[in-house]
């Protein structure tokens, strides 16, 4: 006698997946850091006293070289550079043969990427280094001091100024 | 149905967008010094002035004071580094080292002029007039204010040498001075 087989195939194993109903959405976002320089602290005082030699009245290098003043500042961008533009330092009474009412001097600016001076022999600004990032003290040195004939000294009160600018080239 | 929806936000195109800075930043160090005024004489060449017999040893005028050549001293490289100085020169008779009030007739005292030049415009010039006996023997004169720093060879010239009352001279050594002084003209009084 021949027993009939039931197979029955549960409705589980044929039913067809469900479809995704899901969307997505995406929000880009960008933005931009300008390439900036900033002085923390941008003003300095170098007094250099007595600058002629009592015996001589000429001019004392020493009371010049190796004078230093720190700024304090910070660039953002790899390609920042820093120029060094020098003025002479000088009195308003005319200096008549034999005698000097000016120094020049070199000014140097280093910072820890880099340094840049500029001489006050030559008009206009050094030329600029490359500095890129950085945040500190800007050290400026004085070096090189020297007067136009090597005269005496006339009398008087000097000024002179180290002006640092950094550039913040993206 | 898959969906997608992309949304850029892009700097650049939103208007209110600040522009990219690209100013520079300088900072600044003053420096300031200063030059005292000062003058300098330079030291006196010759800085004795050795005049020899004074008195005439023969002739007319023996005991009489000599016809003396005027000496001229440099001083060079003098210089003051600031507008308004002068030269003041004080002049000290010569007087015999034998301080004895001379006889009548004697003289224990030389004047002269002494005279500083190539300072200003006007020379500074004392004369002394010291008495036979050899008192108020010094004399002192200003000249003209140099009105611009100057450097040079100050010539000091000791000249008119004369006895008072042209009397014969007492035996002795003499000796005077002459101080140059260059100051500011403020104070140089």
């Keep these: ?170 | 149905m898959k969906r997608l929806v992309s949304l850029a936000l892009l700097a650049m195109a939103l208007p209110a967008a600040p522009a990219l800075a690209q100013s520079t930043a300088t900072g600044n160090v003053a420096i300031d010094g200063r030059v005292a005024p000062v003058c300098i004489l330079g030291d006196p060449n010759p800085a004795l002035v050795n005049l020899g017999q004074l008195s005439a040893s023969s002739g007319p005028r023996t005991g009489k004071i000599a016809t003396i050549t005027p000496q001229t001293v440099q001083l060079p490289a003098s210089f003051c580094n600031f507008a308004g100085s002068v030269v003041r020169v004080t002049a000290t008779a010569l007087t015999s080292s034998d301080t004895s009030v001379p006889q009548p007739g004697f003289s224990r005292a030389v004047n002269y002029t002494a005279t500083a030049t190539n300072w200003a415009a006007g020379a500074s010039t004392a004369t002394t007039n010291a008495l036979r006996d050899g008192t108020s023997p010094t004399a002192s004169g200003l000249g003209s204010t140099q009105p611009l720093p100057k450097i040079a060879d100050i010539a000091l010239t000791l000249s008119n040498f004369t006895a008072p009352g042209d009397l014969i001279l007492v035996a002795g050594t003499y000796n005077g001075t002459v101080v140059v002084t260059l100051g500011p003209a403020a104070v140089a009084d």
């Excluded at chain 1, 409705?11 to 923390?40: I, K, N, W, Y």
């Excluded at chain 1, 660039?75 to 000097?100: E, H, I, K, R, Y």
């Design chain 1, 1 to 170: 006698m021949r027993m009939p087989i039931l197979l029955t195939i549960p409705a589980v194993l044929v039913a067809s997946p469900v479809l995704a109903q899901s969307a997505t959405g995406s929000v880009e976002v960008d933005g931009v850091v300008a390439g900036r320089c900033l002085f923390g602290l941008p003003n300095a005082t170098i007094s250099l006293g007595e600058i002629s030699l009592p015996g001589t009245g000429r001019l004392d290098v020493s009371k010049v070289n190796g004078r230093t003043a720190t700024l304090n500042a910070w660039c953002n961008g790899a390609a920042a550079t820093m120029t060094v533009t020098t003025t002479q330092l000088t009195t308003p009474t005319a200096a008549p043969g034999g005698f000097d009412n000016r120094v020049d001097y070199t000014g140097t600016a280093s910072v820890t990427s880099g340094s840049a001076s500029d001489s006050s022999l030559t008009a206009g600004a050094g030329t600029p280094a490359n500095v890129g990032r950085f945040n500190g003290d800007i050290l400026v040195t004085l070096s090189a001091a020297s007067s136009p004939t090597g005269g005496l000294m006339v009398a008087g009160a000097y000024t002179g100024n180290v002006l640092v600018t950094l550039t913040p080239v993206n």
